[in-house]
């Protein structure tokens, strides 16, 4: 059963953060309890979830780092069920630090151990960039969601971030695969959106989850509030494509589970 889930596109601006909060949120939300995992430098999910990632608190990088263990740096958030490992912004000198440690692409899959079954599920938000913190994220999860934009530039880079899953497959986590794609800021007025949706349909050979996440001005206030769409606006077009998308995850982890 798929209960690690990377949220990982190499691209930035394709909505890979709010795809992370709110699938986690929505899931919560569901009844699961659910650990979201930033291991982004930019903190945009600890900020997007209500809590600081300038104070002195111990954070993902303290973690990988070994100055604490993971139940040391769990947070609550405001959502009932989902609790947090929140990023710092001294993550950024994390790869500097950690090149010469030993089997350093395993150290967040380690760190783990000790507390992942106590989650549902677990979601982790990337950096934008195939990095050792991507490849920390993509050694501990069971399957990888890739959010794609529905913009002109949508399948730039995802053939290197195709290659770097199987690499990272045959390698170093050979459970590893690509749970799905989620169309992102999907705008139905438009025809470039509903292009882009085929043209992926048609080039990449991967499942295409049927929820769609709108393009909505409340999805998009809610990070400067500290809060997931679901909490924000909970009857907006946004809440309810990630409850959709929620639904459609939590389904296919229990169908893979059956296998």
Not at 77 to 99: F, M, S, W, Y
Not at 177 to 195: E, I, K, P, W
Not at 200 to 227: D, M, W
Not at 251 to 257: A, C, L, V, Y
Request: hydrophobic share 40%; net charge negative.
């Amino acid at each position: 059963m798929d209960r690690i889930f990377a949220i990982a596109n190499q691209k930035g601006g394709v909505g890979k953060t709010t795809t992370a909060i709110n699938l986690a949120a929505a899931m919560a939300e569901a009844g699961k309890k659910v650990l979201a995992i930033d291991i982004d430098p930019q903190g945009n999910m600890t900020s997007g979830l209500g809590v600081s990632k300038n104070d002195d608190k111990n954070s993902v990088y303290e973690l990988l780092i070994g100055d604490c263990e993971a139940n040391e740096c769990i947070v609550s958030t405001q959502c009932k069920r989902l609790d947090l490992i929140p990023a710092h912004v001294n993550l950024a000198g994390a790869e500097i630090e950690l090149i010469d440690v030993d089997r350093r692409e395993f150290l967040l899959r380690s760190k783990l151990s000790k507390v992942r079954d106590k989650y549902d599920y677990i979601i982790i938000d990337c950096p934008p960039a195939l990095s050792l913190l991507t490849l920390n994220a993509m050694t501990t999860a069971d399957a990888v969601i890739v959010p794609i934009q529905c913009e002109f530039y949508a399948l730039e880079g995802l053939s290197q971030l195709m290659y770097t899953i199987d690499l990272v497959c045959e390698r170093l986590n050979k459970d590893l695969h690509v749970a799905g794609v989620v169309f992102t800021m999907y705008d139905a007025r438009t025809n470039l959106s509903y292009q882009v949706v085929e043209s992926v349909k048609n080039t990449l050979n991967q499942y295409i989850f049927k929820s769609v996440i709108p393009r909505n001005v409340r999805l998009a206030e809610a990070p400067s509030h500290g809060l997931p769409i679901n909490l924000y606006d909970d009857r907006s077009a946004g809440a309810e494509g990630y409850r959709r998308l929620a639904k459609e995850v939590i389904k296919i982890s229990k169908k893979d589970g059956e296998r």
